[in-house]
């Protein structure tokens, strides 16, 4: 593992050949590059405010917990290339996307670790960004790695995602087993989707099968573990931007950058025109995918229907009846309008 000087050192010299800023990056930024349905679920899409928090920091190097497919991590590469900043990435399975990323940059470290095997180890950056398992027992053991490594204002800038609906108060679990059964909760698996406002499943709700079966509680949540962390240390202050499956931020009160920050995020935090911008986006999401549901349960009925309907053309028995339908229908009894035809089969399968 290359010590942080030693990155620092790598990074400064890729910074004099490259010190544009953000907006001249060499590659264009595509915050819904691994999410095909535009849900907005990478921290990538608070960009400009994530960059700016760390240059009001005066950070120059960043762990990023969770870097998975590399959506965020080259937001924070090419940031790091103009300020003579590192980047670790941590993630026990990488996506090939973020292994090739780390190979083309060298203030890229990548740590092929879970979180709380890497946090021990590794020089504690002046960033921290906490965006990995999201739920109450690895975040909290994550913070308590952290604090316990950092007394007091030696606290690194603490960045966290999803500490909005639907994971502030509803665990996920990328491997439950890897969760003591004590702090697991049970999972929805198939049993529904979750849905805003409603604490439990239904049908047609947003299909997260690892998530917790029931939102709230204690022991529950990414946001309830940050907080019990936040409210067992001393001046350490915790600001939510209510956007893109929430943006949190903590600081310690006593860091050289605490005013700067807090100048530039008392004014989104907990924002109530962003909560309600927020709230009408995730419930319109879970609405859209709850009219998909409903068209798919619809055309798998259609498809049910039209395979019988086949079937009957096929049947010499219902040839049978068809048969016996017109006869009746000649004796007067019940009229043309009782007979079933395949022509009218065949012209209901047409349209």
Same mark, same amino acid.
């Given at each position: 593992?290359?010590?942080?000087?030693?990155?620092?050192?790598?990074?400064?010299?890729?910074?004099?050949?490259?010190?544009?800023?953000?907006?001249?990056?060499?590659?264009?930024?595509?915050?819904?590059?691994?999410?095909?349905?535009?849900?907005?679920?990478? %921290?990538?899409?608070?960009?400009?405010?994530?960059?700016?928090?760390?240059?009001?920091?005066?950070?120059?190097?960043?762990?990023?917990?969770?870097?998975?497919?590399?959506?965020?991590?080259?937001?924070?590469?090419?940031?790091?290339?103009?300020?003579? #900043? #590192?980047?670790?990435?941590?993630?026990? #399975?990488?996506?090939?996307?973020?292994?090739? %990323?780390?190979?083309?940059?060298?203030?890229?470290?990548?740590?092929?670790?879970?979180? %709380?095997?890497?946090?021990?180890?590794?020089?504690?950056?002046?960033?921290?960004?906490?965006?990995?398992?999201?739920?109450?027992?690895?975040?909290?053991?994550?913070?308590?790695?952290?604090?316990?490594?950092?007394?007091?204002?030696?606290?690194?800038?603490?960045?966290?995602?999803?500490?909005?609906?639907?994971?502030?108060?509803?665990?996920?679990?990328?491997?439950?087993?890897?969760?003591?059964?004590?702090?697991?909760?049970?999972?929805?698996?198939?049993?529904?989707?979750?849905?805003?406002?409603?604490?439990?499943?239904?049908?047609?709700?947003?299909?997260?099968?690892?998530?917790?079966?029931?939102?709230?509680?204690?022991?529950?949540?990414?946001?309830?573990?940050?907080?019990?962390?936040?409210?067992?240390?001393?001046?350490?202050? %915790?600001?939510?931007?209510?956007?893109?499956?929430?943006?949190?931020?903590?600081?310690?009160?006593?860091?050289?950058?605490?005013?700067?920050?807090?100048?530039?995020?008392?004014?989104?935090?907990?924002?109530?025109?962003?909560?309600?911008?927020?709230?009408?986006?995730?419930?319109?999401?879970?609405?859209?995918?709850?009219?998909?549901?409903?068209?798919?349960?619809?055309?798998?009925?259609?498809?049910?229907?039209?395979?019988?309907?086949?079937?009957?053309?096929?049947?010499?028995?219902?040839?049978?009846?068809?048969?016996?339908?017109?006869?009746?229908? #000649?004796?007067?009894?019940?009229?043309?309008?009782?007979?079933?035809?395949?022509?009218?089969?065949?012209?209901?399968?047409?349209?």
């Amino acid at each position: 593992m290359v010590s942080v000087p030693a990155r620092l050192a790598v990074a400064g010299a890729a910074a004099a050949v490259d010190s544009r800023p953000v907006s001249e990056a060499r590659t264009e930024f595509d915050p819904y590059l691994h999410d095909p349905e535009h849900w907005g679920v990478s %921290l990538a899409q608070m960009r400009e405010l994530l960059l700016a928090v760390l240059d009001a920091a005066g950070a120059r190097s960043v762990a990023e917990i969770g870097a998975f497919a590399g959506d965020l991590t080259r937001v924070l590469v090419e940031w790091a290339a103009g300020r003579g #900043a #590192a980047v670790l990435a941590i993630d026990p #399975a990488p996506q090939p996307g973020l292994v090739e %990323l780390a190979s083309s940059h060298p203030a890229l470290e990548l740590i092929r670790q879970t979180s %709380l095997e890497a946090l021990p180890v590794i020089p504690l950056p002046d960033a921290i960004v906490i965006d990995g398992d999201h739920n109450y027992h690895t975040v909290g053991e994550e913070l308590a790695l952290i604090g316990g490594r950092a007394a007091g204002a030696e606290l690194p800038l603490l960045l966290f995602h999803d500490v909005c609906w639907p994971h502030a108060r509803r665990d996920d679990y990328f491997d439950a087993g890897l969760i003591p059964e004590s702090r697991r909760h049970p999972q929805a698996g198939d049993a529904g989707g979750i849905f805003p406002g409603d604490p439990g499943l239904r049908p047609g709700g947003l299909p997260y099968p690892r998530s917790a079966a029931r939102e709230g509680g204690p022991g529950n949540g990414v946001l309830t573990a940050i907080e019990e962390f936040v409210a067992g240390r001393e001046r350490v202050r %915790l600001a939510i931007v209510p956007a893109f499956f929430g943006f949190g931020v903590a600081w310690h009160e006593q860091a050289p950058y605490a005013a700067a920050l807090a100048g530039l995020l008392e004014p989104l935090d907990r924002n109530p025109i962003l909560e309600r911008l927020e709230a009408n986006r995730v419930e319109h999401l879970a609405r859209g995918h709850g009219h998909a549901y409903e068209l798919w349960q619809a055309r798998q009925q259609l498809a049910a229907q039209e395979a019988v309907l086949h079937r009957l053309l096929d049947s010499s028995a219902f040839s049978v009846a068809e048969r016996l339908s017109r006869l009746r229908a #000649a004796a007067g009894i019940g009229g043309e309008a009782s007979v079933v035809s395949k022509q009218e089969i065949r012209r209901v399968l047409r349209d």
